[in-house]
């Protein structure tokens, strides 16, 4: 292979070493272009590189990344905080800094009307004077009819995008969410838009919690066919506890530059006039040194703990991966000595 490296108006290289742009196997046609047969060396290369950082903790350059979440859980929030992040090239929530770059927002499951209400909101919140967004509102647009899909894609390409928000996979098509024989088309064309290095995030929702259900949170959460998850190159699961306003980005999948089980805390508050994101760091955590220090000498069992904090519950979480996540918390509380703990069965008991 000969690679020409391509990049984005950014200056992101691409994710893979391919040739030109109309050589790329993902978009060929034929079976033998589609499907190369590669040496090691040639596979290593293409495969192997080091992942690039679109969005340093949360986007890979050149990716198809997946926003999964129930309902009113914040997806096209965080696609627009996304789309802030890439267009502003600045700091945002206090946690996400993007490269800059030219964005364009694909809204499939609301009104403009509804965008632009969702949009000035966040944009007050974050104290935003303009974001710099370029805006498709396409409920009707079919992604997979042949006019819908060329249209879509000419006007990604033509504009030079660097990061496309797509909010809606369901409402994006007429494709049967639970066949993997349709869903597979979409998302292979979604896939194809990363060519070149420019990275594409998809809103989804997660099915519903069965009881017992031991992957509750992991890739089989999303609602839908097998292959929705099977082709992104990455996965966050969104919850948003609607109480304590704490709002939780979990990874589940990545292409290695960023770890999976990653879990970012943020605060996501609004009222009628505004949507604040800030850096929440772990509400949780701070909510356990606040019941330890309180519990004086005697301190509290991890039962007890669990407990108190269940108001910290996200939605769909069973109580085994909350208990899991109440000691993530933990440990590095004892690990810097501010907790004490004797072992299992014993309690916890605040120092300082």
Same mark, same amino acid.
């Given at each position: 292979?000969?690679?020409?490296?391509?990049?984005?108006?950014?200056?992101?290289?691409?994710? @893979?070493?391919?040739?030109?742009?109309?050589?790329?196997?993902?978009?060929?046609?034929?079976?033998?272009?589609?499907?190369?047969?590669?040496?090691?060396?040639?596979?290593?290369?293409?495969?192997?590189?080091?992942?690039?950082?679109?969005?340093?903790?949360?986007?890979?350059?050149?990716?198809?990344?997946?926003?999964?979440?129930?309902?009113?859980?914040?997806?096209?929030?965080?696609?627009?905080?996304?789309?802030?992040?890439?267009?502003?090239?600045?700091?945002?929530?206090?946690?996400?800094?993007?490269?800059?770059?030219?964005?364009?927002?694909?809204?499939?499951?609301?009104?403009?009307?509804?965008?632009?209400?969702?949009?000035?909101?966040?944009?007050?919140?974050?104290?935003?004077?303009?974001?710099?967004?370029?805006?498709?509102?396409?409920?009707?647009?079919?992604?997979?009819?042949?006019?819908?899909?060329?249209?879509?894609?000419?006007?990604?390409?033509?504009?030079?995008?660097?990061?496309?928000?797509?909010?809606?996979?369901?409402?994006?098509?007429?494709?049967?969410?639970?066949?993997?024989?349709?869903?597979?088309?979409?998302?292979?064309?979604?896939?194809?838009?990363?060519?070149?290095?420019?990275?594409?995030?998809?809103?989804?929702?997660?099915?519903?919690?069965?009881?017992?259900?031991?992957?509750?949170?992991?890739?089989?959460?999303?609602?839908?066919?097998?292959?929705?998850?099977?082709?992104?190159?990455?996965?966050?699961?969104?919850?948003?506890?609607?109480?304590?306003?704490?709002?939780?980005?979990?990874?589940?999948?990545?292409?290695?530059?960023?770890?999976?089980?990653?879990?970012?805390?943020?605060?996501?508050?609004?009222?009628?006039?505004?949507?604040?994101?800030?850096?929440?760091?772990?509400?949780?955590?701070?909510?356990?040194?606040?019941?330890?220090?309180?519990?004086?000498?005697?301190?509290?069992?991890?039962?007890?703990?669990?407990?108190?904090?269940?108001?910290?519950?996200?939605?769909?979480?069973?109580?085994?991966?909350?208990?899991?996540?109440?000691?993530?918390? @933990?440990?590095?509380?004892?690990?810097?000595?501010?907790?004490?703990?004797?072992?299992?069965?014993?309690?916890?008991?605040?120092?300082?």
């Amino acid at each position: 292979m000969n690679p020409e490296v391509k990049t984005t108006s950014s200056g992101l290289e691409p994710d @893979l070493v391919l040739p030109a742009l109309e050589n790329d196997p993902r978009l060929a046609t034929s079976l033998p272009d589609r499907f190369p047969t590669l040496s090691e060396r040639d596979f290593l290369a293409a495969y192997a590189r080091p992942v690039q950082l679109l969005i340093p903790g949360l986007i890979e350059a050149g990716s198809l990344t997946l926003f999964s979440a129930p309902p009113n859980n914040g997806k096209t929030g965080l696609l627009f905080l996304c789309g802030i992040t890439v267009a502003t090239g600045k700091q945002v929530a206090g946690t996400f800094t993007g490269k800059q770059g030219k964005v364009l927002f694909a809204g499939f499951e609301a009104s403009g009307y509804q965008y632009a209400k969702h949009h000035e909101r966040l944009r007050k919140g974050l104290g935003l004077k303009e974001i710099g967004i370029d805006f498709q509102i396409g409920p009707g647009l079919d992604l997979m009819s042949k006019d819908g899909w060329d249209y879509f894609e000419e006007t990604v390409r033509k504009g030079g995008y660097d990061l496309v928000l797509i909010d809606g996979l369901k409402a994006a098509s007429t494709a049967e969410e639970n066949s993997n024989t349709e869903m597979d088309k979409l998302m292979t064309r979604l896939l194809s838009l990363t060519v070149g290095g420019r990275s594409v995030i998809v809103s989804h929702h997660m099915a519903k919690p069965k009881q017992d259900d031991r992957d509750s949170d992991g890739l089989g959460a999303s609602r839908g066919a097998s292959c929705i998850t099977a082709r992104c190159d990455a996965v966050w699961h969104l919850t948003l506890n609607q109480q304590t306003r704490a709002w939780s980005l979990r990874c589940r999948k990545s292409r290695g530059a960023i770890p999976d089980r990653l879990e970012h805390q943020l605060r996501y508050d609004w009222d009628d006039s505004a949507i604040r994101v800030t850096n929440g760091g772990s509400v949780l955590g701070e909510f356990l040194c606040s019941a330890l220090a309180n519990a004086g000498a005697d301190g509290l069992k991890r039962g007890k703990l669990i407990e108190l904090a269940a108001s910290f519950k996200l939605t769909g979480e069973t109580d085994d991966t909350f208990g899991q996540r109440v000691d993530r918390e @933990l440990a590095p509380l004892k690990d810097s000595g501010r907790v004490r703990h004797d072992g299992q069965g014993k309690s916890y008991i605040w120092v300082h």
